[in-house]
């Protein structure tokens, strides 16, 4: 059974670390981050993990175009384990991120993902500020990730104008979101969560017997967790074979095998 994390950084953000403990609730703490890929590379091995998909620090922190730039310097370091994602901006004032543009150099580069820092980049995620784009997104079935760490209206008025996008929620913090995501799964059959802030006892379990093990991918948004801690919550959650299958790694290729580029 193969394991890829879905969703890794590299690259140092500052000395302490946003962590997100519950909804509009961070803490900062000193953590240990992948400052290469090869650093990355090391806590996979350390955990057992196949690969991994992965973002860099400055996309969100400096510019997207500087940490999309620098995350496929570091996953050319070991393209057979890592997976790149590249961030995104409006098309209206950054042109590089016309569909006609972006999704070309995504398939020249093996980019299948994509992540959006609206609070950081300062842009509204919605039809007024980018239709040109997300409705593009949604056509290709390309996969956006999105961190309630930015606010949940946010994804829910995405949702509500891009009824069929493809989001990975990530980074929601250690408290039950069950209220929040649950009715994402009823709703959207194209909203899938990534494990990595899944550490409550029986939740892993409890989606899968509600909505299936199809809707969770294994992740652990390192550096926010260590990777051990969710896989081992996985591992852990008693769930059949065939579901663990599924989480660990082949919904995410089944996701991959779905972008139209």
């Not at 946003?18 to 090391?42: M, P």
């Not at 194209?190 to 006892?201: K, L, R």
């Amino acid at each position: 059974m193969r394991f890829i994390d879905s969703s890794c950084a590299i690259g140092y953000k500052t000395v302490n670390y946003e962590v997100v403990n519950h909804e509009n609730f961070l803490v900062r703490e000193k953590v240990k981050q992948a400052r290469n890929a090869e650093e990355l590379l090391a806590e996979l091995d350390f955990c057992g993990i196949d690969g991994a998909v992965v973002s860099h620090q400055t996309m969100a922190d400096v510019d997207p175009d500087y940490g999309n730039r620098f995350v496929m310097e570091e996953v050319a370091k070991a393209p057979d384990r890592l997976y790149p994602t590249w961030t995104i901006l409006p098309p209206v004032t950054e042109a590089q991120y016309a569909p006609e543009r972006l999704f070309p150099a995504m398939k020249a580069s093996g980019v299948k993902m994509l992540r959006a820092y609206p609070e950081r980049n300062r842009y509204m995620l919605s039809k007024v500020g980018m239709g040109e784009l997300l409705g593009e997104i949604e056509a290709a079935r390309i996969p956006l990730y999105l961190s309630p760490s930015e606010g949940w209206p946010m994804i829910y008025e995405v949702l509500k104008e891009y009824p069929n996008l493809t989001v990975i929620l990530y980074n929601y913090g250690l408290w039950s979101h069950s209220r929040f995501t649950f009715p994402l799964f009823r709703a959207y059959g194209n909203v899938y969560i990534e494990s990595g802030d899944m550490q409550t006892a029986g939740e892993i379990k409890e989606i899968c017997g509600k909505f299936g093990s199809e809707r969770i991918l294994f992740g652990s948004d390192f550096p926010s967790n260590a990777i051990g801690g969710p896989l081992a919550a996985l591992l852990g959650s008693g769930i059949g074979r065939e579901e663990l299958a599924n989480i660990a790694s082949l919904n995410l290729e089944r996701l991959w095998n779905e972008v139209k580029l």
